[in-house]
């Protein structure tokens, strides 16, 4: 497992010499990466969650890169591909879209229309996409880092909840201290660090990382724990919407990627905990009056979390 290990932290070494001040919120989306599942990043502009995703490509060698702006005016075809007929062979030859790529980076996700964001799901949840009735499976890591704005609401759409279950992780990177942001402007005095940036890791060690996370022990006790915590949110009063099992299987896969960045081959409840709001909050929908009354999705888990025995 050593070799695993060596190449996590040179990973996370390398995404952290461009992105100051991040470490916990870093760790958690090449977790992501690492257990299968996608990220949405929401926060305010300007605290890199567009330099993230670039540094993350950056640092593996081989790997593809596609970056998609999402507008109104965007089409399922823009993203997906379309079949273009061609003249010399008179049969219609498929011409894949972004979607295909190891890294995508799902610009201002929000700004699209619902048309096109159910265009993602098949994608997110199958690794696939079908096209005039053929399917097209993806190759590699297929890993969508989506960000929007949580304060800006003219011109934007609201993610459906079918697409938000579709994301493993939702989080947010915040505001640094005043000493990282003194850094990153030396660091961006003559050019962005990122541009400079050389991969560290190859996209075959990347693929076997993923491979290693999923063996990484997980006793019955703290599957039974995993799925407690998801299953209180289907007896709340003050929810319209519970997590499913996909969010039960998310944060294991999480808890298991996690674990091996902090230098692990097991799982321990602490782990859990700590990503048990990151993983479940956004997919839950909230009652009129839990809402109005304060409440969120990472409030409620916090409340789960605090109720729930922790197995010894």
């Given amino acids: 497992m050593q070799e695993t290990y060596d190449v996590a932290r040179r990973l996370e070494a390398n995404v952290l010499s461009v992105i100051r001040g991040q ?50 005016d965007l089409l399922p075809s823009d993203i997906l591909g379309l079949s273009v007929f061609d ?9 894949p879209g972004p979607i295909f790529t190891d890294i995508l980076l799902a610009d201002e996700i ?22 005039d009735g053929k399917r097209y499976p993806f190759e590699g890591l297929f890993f969508v880092i989506a960000t929007q704005n949580p304060v800006e609401f003219r011109g934007t759409y609201p ?19 005043e000493e990282e942001e003194v850094g990153i402007l030396a660091d961006q005095r003559h050019e962005h660090p990122v541009e400079q940036m050389k991969a560290v890791v190859t996209r075959e060690e990347i693929l076997r990382l993923m491979a290693a996370a999923r063996e990484v022990r997980m006793s019955e006790e703290l599957q039974h724990y995993t799925v407690q915590l998801v299953a209180a949110t ?17 944060l294991m896969k999480m808890a298991q990627a996690l674990s091996l960045f902090e230098g692990r081959d097991f799982v321990v409840p602490e782990t859990i905990q ?22 969120s999705g990472r409030s409620i888990m916090a409340e789960i979390i605090e109720q729930t025995p922790v197995p010894v």
């Fill in 274 to 295: 700590e990503l048990a709001a990151d993983v479940v909050a956004h997919r839950l929908v909230l009652s009129p009056d839990a809402r109005y009354g304060g409440s």
């Fill in 23 to 72: 470490a916990p919120a870093i760790r958690r989306i090449l977790a992501c990466l690492c257990s299968g599942g996608h990220a949405l990043l929401e926060d305010v502009p300007g605290t890199g969650k567009t330099t993230l995703a670039k540094a993350l490509a950056n640092s593996i060698g081989g790997a593809s890169f596609q970056r998609v702006q999402f507008t109104p």
């Fill in 110 to 131: 929000n700004r699209a229309s619902p048309r096109v964001q159910s265009a993602l799901l098949e994608s997110m949840a199958e690794r696939q996409v079908t096209i």
């Fill in 159 to 177: 993610l459906p909840e079918a697409q938000m279950d579709r994301f493993a992780l939702q989080c947010r990177l915040g505001y640094v201290s």
């Fill in 87 to 95: 003249p010399a062979s008179s049969s219609f030859r498929f011409q």
């Fill in 234 to 250: 289907r007896s709340r009063k003050d929810l319209q919407l519970a997590a499913s099992p996909r969010a039960s299987l998310a």
